[in-house]
């Protein structure tokens, strides 16, 4: 599975944003996918992921501002973004794995290249 990030950009404090991620492969549907990201100096950490049924789990601080979605017929994972703040200012990265979803890193195999995101205040 190849994916390809895209999405990113400069907001403001308050603003929206999508992410996509397109993934290659006939497979996609049977894939559980995250969205991570990275700030510089961090760790990378799970922003939302979305099961190969569609159920979905989130980061607290994210919670109500950020909603994960997916299109199988488009091979697509989206990551609607509203509400940014600053400190969601990263590199957000997609992750797919064929073992369902996990909060750590280590759960996925496949990683996009990342997209940055800036929020400024």
């Known amino acids: 599975v190849q994916l390809q990030a895209s999405g990113g950009g400069l907001v403001q404090a308050g603003g929206s944003l999508r992410l996509s991620c397109a993934a290659s492969?006939?497979?996609?549907?049977?894939?559980?996918m995250g969205w991570f990201r990275q700030a510089p100096g961090k760790q990378r950490e799970l922003v939302a992921a979305?099961?190969?049924?569609?159920?979905?789990n989130y980061a607290d601080s994210v919670k109500g501002r950020f909603t994960i979605s997916r299109d199988n017929a488009k091979n697509t994972v989206y990551l609607q973004m509203s509400t940014l703040k600053p400190e969601n200012t990263a590199v957000y990265y997609c992750?797919?794995?064929?073992?369902?979803?996990?909060?750590?890193?280590?759960?996925?195999?496949?990683w996009g290249q990342g997209t940055q995101v800036t929020v400024s205040s």
């Open positions: 992750a797919a794995s064929p073992r369902g979803t996990s909060i750590f890193v280590v759960g996925y195999d496949y």
């Open positions: 492969g006939r497979t996609f549907s049977s894939y559980a």
């Open positions: 979305i099961t190969s049924g569609g159920s979905t």
